[in-house]
């Protein structure tokens, strides 16, 4: 899922981001009102946070534009107690609003619970299916015959960009640069762990639909058989 995130002040933006990377969204960023409808414009944006008060274009007159075209969820950003900008932005398309100073965490519980509400509970056209293995990338979830599993964000990115790719090699240096990012500096171990801790958290999932399988000298790939969904 495609998160756009329109905020002027650069250290709250940059933690939000920090924030979604680690629970598996992309990620746009924007730092006024027009640069924000430009990259909506350009980008197949799923889902948007949106400062109020910005330079350029305010967030309010920026939704009323969006919503000319889109119903793409909106979270409303402000530091304003102020019912009339929050009345504003309810009365303009947006669908939560979150005030100033917040958390990360409480940043992606009202994600989620958006993300939830507007897809009303239905899972989304790329859910991912091999047998009794389910990947919702939209909820981050991952199921064997109907028992969650429990993943790390990590290992969940690990998991998804694999499953998006059956059946393809991936060096450990790929999936450094896809999952962990280009300024990564640390170990290329981390990837072999986390593999590891995949391989042990599929342990039910029966071998013959799919395992996650080492190329020696090349790197890792998800074999499967066939995809359902």
Same mark, same amino acid.
């Given at each position: 899922?495609?998160? /756009?995130?329109?905020?002027?002040?650069?250290?709250?933006?940059?933690?939000? =981001?920090?924030?979604?990377?680690?629970?598996?969204?992309?990620?746009?960023?924007?730092?006024?009102?027009?640069?924000?409808?430009?990259?909506?414009?350009?980008?197949?944006?799923?889902?948007?946070?949106?400062?109020?008060?910005?330079?350029?274009?305010?967030? @309010?007159?920026?939704?009323? =534009?969006?919503?000319?075209?889109?119903?793409?969820?909106?979270?409303?950003?402000?530091?304003?107690?102020?019912?009339?900008?929050?009345?504003?932005?309810?009365?303009?398309?947006?669908?939560?609003?979150?005030?100033?100073?917040?958390?990360?965490?409480?940043?992606?519980?009202?994600?989620?619970?958006?993300?939830?509400?507007?897809?009303?509970? =239905?899972?989304?056209?790329?859910? @991912?299916?091999?047998?009794?293995?389910?990947?919702?990338?939209?909820?981050?979830?991952?199921?064997?015959?109907?028992?969650?599993?429990? /993943?790390?964000?990590?290992?969940?990115?690990? /998991?998804?960009?694999?499953?998006?790719?059956?059946?393809?090699?991936?060096?450990?240096?790929?999936?450094?640069?896809?999952?962990?990012?280009?300024?990564?500096?640390?170990?290329?171990?981390?990837?072999?762990?986390?593999?590891?801790?995949?391989?042990?958290?599929?342990?039910?999932?029966?071998?013959?639909?799919?395992?996650?399988?080492?190329?020696?000298?090349?790197?890792?790939?998800?074999?499967?058989?066939?995809?359902?969904?």
């Amino acid at each position: 899922m495609n998160i /756009l995130i329109i905020e002027d002040e650069q250290p709250i933006n940059h933690v939000i =981001k920090a924030y979604m990377k680690k629970v598996g969204f992309t990620t746009f960023q924007a730092f006024n009102g027009k640069e924000g409808y430009n990259l909506f414009k350009k980008e197949q944006i799923d889902f948007i946070l949106l400062d109020i008060m910005m330079p350029e274009l305010d967030g @309010i007159s920026l939704l009323k =534009k969006i919503r000319t075209t889109s119903n793409v969820p909106v979270i409303m950003l402000t530091a304003l107690n102020d019912q009339q900008h929050i009345l504003e932005s309810f009365e303009h398309g947006a669908d939560d609003y979150i005030t100033k100073p917040f958390t990360g965490e409480e940043v992606i519980a009202r994600t989620k619970a958006v993300i939830r509400r507007t897809n009303s509970g =239905k899972l989304p056209d790329d859910s @991912i299916q091999f047998g009794q293995l389910m990947i919702n990338p939209a909820y981050h979830t991952v199921r064997i015959t109907h028992k969650e599993l429990n /993943l790390a964000p990590r290992d969940f990115s690990v /998991l998804l960009f694999l499953a998006e790719n059956p059946n393809q090699i991936f060096s450990r240096d790929q999936l450094l640069d896809h999952i962990w990012g280009f300024d990564y500096e640390g170990s290329d171990r981390a990837v072999d762990l986390a593999i590891k801790r995949l391989r042990k958290a599929l342990s039910n999932w029966p071998e013959h639909e799919g395992h996650i399988e080492t190329v020696r000298g090349h790197g890792y790939l998800l074999r499967v058989e066939e995809r359902l969904l």
